[in-house]
């Protein structure tokens, strides 16, 4: 299950758990498409509760979506991920030294708080809110 919630206009919360097939897959990558399009400075909070391969149709629908998840990219500031799964946190760490702009932190699981609080903080120096 892909679950994408809007929970403030800079910040979306993305719950991953059991396994994902190609319906489920188009579905979540066109809702956080819609729920991104005005964002600037935005922030992503992504649990993954139990981690499953998706299905090979969700994985060609993600394929076919590259293009546009790309123009995700320059909407985002920071992504806190949380995961119990060692792999997954080397993963989220790695995948943020690849993408220019995004700066990704791993949480453990029930650190929920603490990984709010940091995507909370300021990263911009010069602006007073953050923003």
Same mark, same amino acid.
């Given at each position: 299950? #892909?679950?994408?919630?809007?929970?403030? &206009? +800079?910040? /979306?919360? @993305?719950?991953?758990?059991?396994?994902?097939? %190609?319906?489920?897959?188009?579905?979540?990558?066109?809702?956080?498409?819609?729920?991104?399009?005005?964002?600037?400075?935005?922030?992503?909070?992504?649990?993954?509760?139990?981690?499953?391969?998706?299905?090979?149709?969700?994985? #060609?629908?993600?394929?076919?979506?590259? &293009? +546009?998840? /790309?123009? @995700?990219?320059?909407?985002?500031?920071?992504? %806190?991920?949380?995961?119990?799964?060692?792999?997954?946190?080397?993963?989220?760490?790695?995948?943020?030294?690849?993408?220019?702009?995004?700066?990704?932190?791993?949480?453990?699981?029930?650190?929920?708080?603490?990984?709010?609080?940091?995507?909370?903080?300021?990263?911009? &120096?010069?602006?007073?809110?953050?923003?």
């Amino acid at each position: 299950m #892909l679950n994408i919630k809007k929970v403030s &206009p +800079r910040q /979306i919360n @993305l719950t991953l758990s059991d396994r994902i097939d %190609a319906i489920a897959m188009k579905s979540g990558l066109d809702e956080l498409l819609e729920m991104s399009t005005d964002m600037i400075g935005g922030r992503i909070l992504y649990t993954i509760e139990d981690f499953q391969w998706p299905t090979p149709g969700a994985i #060609l629908v993600e394929f076919q979506y590259i &293009p +546009r998840l /790309i123009t @995700l990219l320059p909407r985002f500031d920071k992504c %806190a991920v949380l995961s119990n799964i060692e792999w997954i946190k080397t993963a989220a760490r790695m995948e943020g030294m690849l993408l220019p702009g995004l700066t990704i932190e791993t949480f453990a699981l029930n650190d929920e708080a603490v990984a709010q609080n940091w995507l909370d903080e300021a990263s911009n &120096p010069a602006s007073p809110t953050g923003a």
